[in-house]
C-alpha cells in the first residue's frame, strides 16, 4: 500500500541517518562521526557481577516499576550527585528518561505547539533540532562565540520573535566543544528569567571536562539551573545522562526541575513507555552504590584517555591538508568542530572521504544556517590507529580537492 504519513513524519526524512552510519555500524567504515564514548572504558567485569546479583536477589528486578523511575536510583541522583553539582529538585521534580534524548523528546512534546518560537545555539546537536521539528517549532538560531552564546544577539532574537523556550548546552555544546563562562551563564539567565523564557539546559557532556574535576569546575561552570537556585516554578529544567559517562545501553537519563513541568512530562512519558527500564535502573543503581565501581574516579579515567586522542587528533590537524583549517581546541566533551577551507563543502567532502573509507558528521546536520563549511571529528570512540587512518584518509580527499580547485 502506499502509507500516507503524518505531515509531522516528513521531518524525520531531512535528518534521516545518513547510510554512512549504517555502514560504520557493520564496521565497513572507520567512523569519526557519531557521539559513541569507547567501548574499551566501559565497566565490564563490574556491570556483569551487578547484572547477576540484580537479577539472582530479586524477581521484582523484572517488573514494571513507577514511571517516575527507579525510587534508590533518584535518591542517590538527588543526594549525592545532583547535589554535590548544586542542583536543587524537590518532591516530584526529578524524573528519570530513557536517555537524555528522551527527555528532551518529552518537553517539547508538552510544552511546543506547532508555529511556536524556540531558540537554539547554533550550531546545536542534530537530536535536539529534530526534536524540535518533529513538534513543529519554528527554531530560531542564536549567534554564539568562544565564551558562550552572545547576549545582544539573544536579547534581540528574544524581541524580535517572542520565543518560548530556550535549548542549550552550556557545558560542551555539541558539535563545538563550547565551554560558556560563568559570567555568559549569568547573562543567559537573567536575559531568559526577565523575559520569562523556558531553559532547557542540557548537561549530557558536562562531566567530560579534561582539566580539572570536581568542585572548582562546578564552582567555576555552574549550570543555570544551579545559578537561578530555584527548586519550584523555576526557570531552568536541567537535563543529564549516564550515557557518556558508563554505557549509552543502559538508556538512563534524567530531567530535573519544577514539580509542574516535571509531572507533565511523566504523565507524556506514560504514554510513551510506561518507564523506562527499571532493570537497567537497578542495575546502575547496584553499580553506583554497591559496587566496587567509583563513578567519580571513572569520569577521571575517561577524562585523561578523552584528553590523549583530542591531543592526537589535533597534532594531526596540523599536518599540511588542514593548514586552511580552522578550530578552537575544547576543554572537554567528545568533538571538534572544524571550519573547513573557503569553497570546500562538508557533503561533498564526506562523499569523497566515505568512498576512502572513513566518514564524519557534516556541519548542515548541526545547522539551522546552512553548515556547510564545517564538519565535527569525534575523538572518543576510534582508538589510535583508527584515528591516524581515518584522519589520514579524510587528510588525501582534502588534498584531492584542493589540488582540483
Ligand atoms: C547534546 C546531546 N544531548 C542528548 C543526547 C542524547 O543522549 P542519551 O539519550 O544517550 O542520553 C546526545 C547524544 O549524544 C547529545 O549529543
Known amino acids: 500500500m502506499k ?15 545518513p547510510g554512512y552510519r549504517l555502514e560504520a555500524g557493520r564496521g565497513a567504515i572507520i567512523s569519526l562521526a557519531e557521539e559513541l564514548p569507547a567501548e574499551e572504558l566501559f565497566p565490564l567485569s563490574l556491570l556483569a557481577e551487578t547484572a547477576a546479583s540484580v537479577i539472582s536477589a530479586d524477581a521484582n528486578a523484572l517488573q514494571y516499576g513507577d514511571p ?3 525510587g534508590p536510583l533518584r535518591e542517590w541522583l538527588l543526594g549525592d550527585w545532583l547535589k554535590e553539582k548544586h542542583v536543587i529538585a524537590g518532591d516530584g521534580g526529578l524524573l528519570l528518561t530513557t536517555g537524555s534524548q528522551q527527555a528532551i ?18 550550531p546545536t546537536s542534530p537530536g535536539i533540532l529534530q526534536a524540535l521539528r518533529m513538534q513543529g517549532a519554528v527554531i ?5 562565540d568562544r565564551e558562550g552564546l552572545q547576549p545582544d544577539h539573544l536579547r534581540s532574537q528574544i524581541r524580535l520573535h517572542r520565543p518560548k523556550m530556550l535549548f542549550c548546552t552550556p557545558s560542551f555544546t555539541n558539535p563545538n566543544g563550547i565551554l560558556w563562562s560563568r559570567r555568559r551563564r549569568q547573562e543567559v539567565l537573567e536575559l531568559c528569567i526577565e523575559h520569562h523564557l523556558l531553559i532547557v539546559e542540557d548537561d549530557s557532556y558536562g ?22 537556585n530555584v527548586a519550584e516554578g523555576g526557570h531552568v529544567l536541567y537535563i543529564g545522562s549516564f550515557s557518556k559517562t558508563v554505557a549509552p545501553a543502559l538508556r538512563t537519563g534524567w530531567a530535573a526541575g519544577s514539580r509542574e513541568l516535571v509531572g507533565m512530562m511523566t504523565a507524556a512519558k506514560q504514554l510513551a513507555d510506561r518507564q523506562s527500564s527499571s532493570l537497567n535502573q537497578r542495575l546502575l543503581h547496584h553499580l553506583l552504590s554497591v559496587s566496587a ?12 584517555e578523552y584528553k590523549t586522542r583530542l591531543k592526537l587528533m589535533v597534532e594531526l590537524l596540523k599536518r599540511p591538508a588542514w593548514k586552511n583549517c580552522g578550530y578552537d581546541l575544547p576543554e572537554g566533551g567528545m568533538f571538534i568542530w572544524v571550519t ?35 564538519i565535527r571529528l569525534n575523538f572518543s570512540h576510534p582508538g589510535r590507529d583508527e584515528l591516524l587512518l581515518g584522519m589520514n584518509l579524510i587528510s588525501e580527499a582534502m588534498t584531492e580537492f584542493t589540488a582540483r580547485s
Open 293 to 304: 565501581f567509583d563513578l567519580r574516579e571513572h569520569i577521571q579515567l575517561l577524562n585523561r
Open 140 to 144: 530560531v538560531p542564536v549567534r554564539g
Open 68 to 70: 517516575e523511575g527507579y
Open 340 to 374: 573547513l577551507p573557503e569553497g570546500l563543502d562538508a557533503n561533498a567532502l564526506l562523499r569523497a572521504s566515505t568512498a576512502k573509507g572513513v566518514s564524519f558528521l557534516p556541519g548542515p546536520l548541526c545547522s539551522v544556517t546552512g553548515g556547510g563549511g564545517y
Open 105 to 122: 523528546d518529552l518537553l517539547t512534546r508538552v510544552y511546543i505547539d506547532p508555529g511556536d518560537r524556540v531558540l537554539v545555539e547554533n
Open 3 to 17: 502509507y500516507d504519513f503524518s505531515a509531522r513524519a516528513h521531518t524525520l526524512l531531512s535528518s534521516q541517518l
Open 207 to 228: 562531566d567530560l571536562h579534561f582539566q580539572r574535576y570536581g568542585e572548582p569546575v562546578a564552582q567555576r561552570y555552574p549550570s543555570l539551573h544551579a545559578l537561578e
